[in-house]
């Protein structure tokens, strides 16, 4: 099945507000300066790398096999 980069922000922003966690509480917990970038993801503007992903994962206490965050590239 693939996934796209809208489904993976939106699995993104599920996984967040599942949480109650704001745009800038998960900005600051995995490390970046704002919330715009989590926003750009979630619309599926652009994706998080690995690195970001696993951060994401272990915020929201998610697994990445769970619950894939990556979509599938061809």
């Known amino acids: 099945m693939k996934i796209t980069t809208k489904q993976v922000g939106a699995r993104m922003r599920e996984a ?3 949480k109650k ?3 800038r509480y998960l ?3 995995i490390g970046l300066s704002s919330g715009s970038t989590i926003s750009n993801w979630e ?3 652009n994706l998080p790398n690995k690195r970001y992903l696993k951060k994401i ?3 929201c206490d ?3 096999s769970q619950h894939p965050l990556t ?3 061809h």
């Open 16 to 18: 967040r507000k599942k």
């Open 21 to 23: 966690y704001t745009l």
């Open 27 to 29: 900005a600051n917990k």
């Open 43 to 45: 619309l599926g503007l």
């Open 57 to 59: 994962a272990k915020a």
């Open 62 to 64: 998610m697994s990445t």
């Open 71 to 73: 979509p599938s590239r």
